[in-house]
Nanobody
Framework: QVQVVESGGGSVQSGGSLRLSCAASGSVFSIGAGGWYRQVPGKQREMVATITSNGKTNYGDSVKGRFTISRDNAKKTLYLQMNSLKPDDTAVYLC???????????????????WGQGTQVTVSS
């Protein structure tokens, strides 16, 4: 079994910062591509940021220049640094990652792609 667990959410005032973490656990050999998404009730899930296995990043238009996605392969963890937060950033933030359980899985491109439960971020004006 593999899973990803988000942490680091909370309540901040407009202009503040938070750093989210997404840790993979279970039978994890390595993490491939991954990303952060956010969900607001009644709205479609929105892509916030993605990162490839070799570090290439992509951001949603609403967070460009404010958020930074990164990864620590040794810790099997993804991060999302969020600066200059706005009330519109309020959402549940979810992590998704490609997880390989063995080296053979990497070679054969066999992976699991779990979603975390999410962490709440609330930004007040």
């Amino acid at each position: 079994q593999v899973q990803v667990v988000e942490s680091g959410g909370g309540s901040v005032q407009s202009g503040g910062s938070l750093r989210l973490s997404c840790a993979a656990s279970g039978s994890v050999f390595s993490i491939g591509a991954g990303g952060w998404y956010r969900q607001v009730p009644g709205k479609q899930r929105e892509m916030v940021a993605t990162i490839t296995s070799n570090g290439k990043t992509n951001y949603g238009d609403s967070v460009k220049g404010r958020f930074t996605i990164s990864r620590d392969n040794a810790k099997k963890t993804l991060y999302l640094q969020m600066n200059s937060l706005k009330p519109d950033d309020t959402a549940v933030y979810l992590c998704n990652a490609v997880i390989y359980s063995t080296y053979a899985d990497v070679v054969n491109d066999r992976f699991r792609n779990p979603w975390g439960q999410g962490t709440q971020v609330t930004v007040s004006s």
